[in-house]
């Protein structure tokens, strides 16, 4: 399994990003897929989630509204696409995969709100 995040880097308040996750080595159709956020000092935490099928998501209360998960099964890739984004979103985002009861992460990209 390997999971590649990109499309980080420094961004002003109210902007956008989109993140991308590359999957290789598994069935990617056939799993959730989940993008997690760590802020130094904080423990890691899950932002939005994914069903197989692209049918059901999950958000954090922190980002509902301006955050939006999607998949591209053809692709091989999941994205986050964050509007408005804000300096408490500033932290290192992963996407993660449960395959056979383990955790499969990514390197992170690092994503930083700053004026």
């Known amino acids: 399994v390997q999971l590649v995040e990109s499309g980080g880097g420094l961004v002003q308040p109210g902007g956008s990003l989109r993140l991308s996750c590359a999957a290789s080595?598994?069935?990617?159709?056939?799993?959730?897929m989940s993008w997690y956020r760590q802020a130094p000092g904080q423990e890691r935490e899950l932002v939005a989630a994914?069903?197989?099928?692209?049918?059901?998501?999950h958000y954090a209360d922190s980002v509902k509204g301006r955050f939006t998960i999607s998949r591209d099964n053809a692709k091989n890739t999941v994205y986050l696409q964050m509007n408005s984004l804000k300096p408490e979103d500033t932290a290192v985002y992963y996407c993660?995969?449960?395959?056979?009861?383990?955790?499969?992460w990514g390197q992170g990209t690092q994503v930083t709100v700053s004026s």
């Open positions: 080595g598994f069935t990617f159709s056939n799993y959730l």
């Open positions: 994914m069903g197989s099928s692209g049918g059901s998501t």
């Open positions: 993660k995969v449960r395959k056979l009861a383990r955790d499969y």
